[in-house]
Each structure stands twice: as C-alpha cells, then as structure tokens.
C-alpha cells in the first residue's frame, strides 16, 4: 500500500488567513434541537393530599397562577403509587394497566370509561380479561410515539363527549364541547352547590397505557394543556405534580410543543367561525384579501435574488483583505 508523500511545511505554508471564512462553528456531533428543561414541581408541604377531591388546590389555579412552578404534593409520594392510578382533573385519571384491571377501584371511583393508549401490535391482544357493566372501552393505537400527535385531538374528544353523555339530560345541552376547563369549573361548583353533592357530574375517564409513565402520560399532557389553555412546561408539571413516575423524553416534549401553536390555532379558528354569525371560514379567504397564487410567490423570490437576498445564507464568507487585493 502506497502512502502519500509527506507535505513539506516549507514549500506548502499554511496560511494564518485563510481566505474563507466559516459562518457557524463547526461541530461533529449530530444535528439535534436544544433540550426543553422542565422545572420540578415544588414541594409545598402545606398541601394536604387527605382532603377532598374537590377541596384540594385545583389544576385550574395552578396553571393560572403566576409562578412557573407548579406546587404539588411529591413529598407523601411512594415507590408503590406506580401500580395505582392518579386523578388529574375531576373527570380524568392516569394510571398503568393494573388499575385498569382493578375492578374495585373502578367501581368505587366511579370510573365510566377507560381509554387505552397502545401499540398497533399489542391492539388484537385481550388485555381487560372481563368487562364491567357500565363501563366503555375505547382505545388509540399508533405504531410508534411519534404518530401520538395525530392523536390528541381524538383523545380530547373522546373524553368530553364522554364527560357529556354522562350529565343529566337537564343539563346537557348546556356544556359545548370542546370542554373549557374556566367555563367547566364553573358549572361544577354550581350544579354541586345546587344538588348538595360531593362530587361534579359528568363521565370520568381513566386514560392508562401498559406503565402510565409514557404514551398515556403525554396524551394526558396534551389533553390538559387544551383543557386548562396552559403551556407544554405547565401541562408537563402538572401530569408530573400528581403521578411523580412520568418520563417524559425530549422526543415526547418536542412533540407536545410542536402541538401547542396546533391546538391554539384550531381553537383560535373556532372562534372566529363562531362569532362571525355565518358560518363561514373566516381565516380561509371567505372575505377580504384573496389568496396569493404560486405565480405571484415565484415572481417574489426573483426579485429577492436579483437584490441579493438569496433567502439563504453562504457556508463560508470571502476575506475582506484578499477581495481588496484581488
């Protein structure tokens, strides 16, 4: 095998200015997006996880509240709360598939619904061995967690519809869906307030996958940040304040903010439709300013080169001194 000859430092100098010039460092690890950091929950021992239900601090206050750390309860938390399930919201739980197998506490928690987040190759499996009366079965397959954000708005839906199938028929028509967890509290503390009752109406949901610490967690995550209108960091503290055993990996946490200008432009949308009396999409070009065509878009990108613009930027730059000599 042949090597090359060895270069000759005195008859091939290396200049000390070279005439390009790198734009960005350069690095020779993989292209990867920067970390999402989420604070812990802070530990407030002045919470009393033995209160009611409905007496505890809501979710609802602490997304709205104005420090980014979501007060919770991690200090009575134990290594066995990972078989049980947790409740995130008065009508919805988190928990792995042993509490969906636990007939009793579903009868005694008044669980009307569970909903499976699982493998397309697990889907044929007979998980539930026996079904209760009264209970529905849903499930979300996907074939890996990244097609989990196709998913979120079918969650969300399936568990409101839920929710107002499960109210008295005298009140049903009064509850819109998608559920707004502002409006929702409100006419939970008024219909408890009107009945005497304990606790809000309504379906409950027990969302579980084989741990409840992945694919469960991230669609509850994603359901809560609709629900309550908070952000990726807020809706991951909260899922995190209440079953301490989440994971939530950086793939997961892209995707879950990946989905929040989603879910904020469809509800954004909503609203336009709605008030606008017609019908008609308002965003869409119905009225005003039509749509720009490909043409018009072409036409705009010569005249951005023709002035230099480029759209782009140059890997390496020229030296100033060597053009000037040049």
């Given at each position: ?300 990108d010569d005249v951005e080169e023709s002035n ?19």
């Amino acid at each position: 095998m042949l090597l090359p000859p060895p270069i000759d430092r005195n008859t091939h100098p290396v200049s000390p200015s070279p005439s390009h010039q790198p734009t960005n460092a350069y690095t020779t690890g993989l292209p990867a997006p920067p970390r999402i950091l989420i604070p812990p929950p802070s530990l407030n021992p002045h919470d009393c996880i033995q209160a009611p239900e409905w007496q505890q601090p809501s979710l609802q206050d602490m997304v709205l509240q104005c420090d980014s750390v979501i007060p919770g309860t991690m200090q009575d938390w134990r290594y066995e709360y990972r078989r049980e399930a947790q409740q995130l919201l008065p009508h919805l739980y988190l928990g792995p598939l042993s509490a969906a197998k636990n007939t009793a506490w579903i009868q005694s928690n008044n669980i009307t619904l569970l909903l499976a987040v699982r493998s397309s190759m697990t889907a044929r499996a007979r998980l539930l061995g026996s079904q209760l009366p009264g209970v529905r079965y849903e499930s979300i397959d996907v074939g890996s967690n990244a097609e989990l954000i196709s998913q979120f708005q079918r969650a969300q839906q399936i568990i409101d519809a839920h929710y107002v199938a499960r109210l008295p028929e005298d009140v049903r028509g009064t509850v819109p869906t998608p559920l707004d967890g502002r409006a929702l509290r409100s006419f939970q503390e008024q219909w408890m307030m009107a009945h005497g009752a304990s606790r809000p109406p309504g379906g409950r949901t027990l969302l579980f996958c084989e741990s409840g610490n992945e694919r469960s967690a991230a669609v509850a995550a994603a359901y809560i940040m609709q629900h309550l209108g908070g952000t990726t960091v807020q809706a991951i503290q909260m899922v995190q304040a209440k079953r301490f055993c989440v994971c939530f990996d950086d793939g997961m946490k892209w995707m879950l903010s990946s989905y929040e200008p989603i879910w904020q432009a469809r509800r954004m949308h909503g609203s336009i439709t709605n008030t606008s009396g017609d019908g008609m999409d308002t965003c869409g070009g119905g009225g005003g300013k039509p749509k720009r065509r490909i043409e018009e878009y072409e036409d705009d990108d010569d005249v951005e080169e023709s002035n230099g613009g480029g759209g782009g930027r140059a890997p390496f730059l020229d030296d100033q001194e060597d053009i000037d000599m040049a």
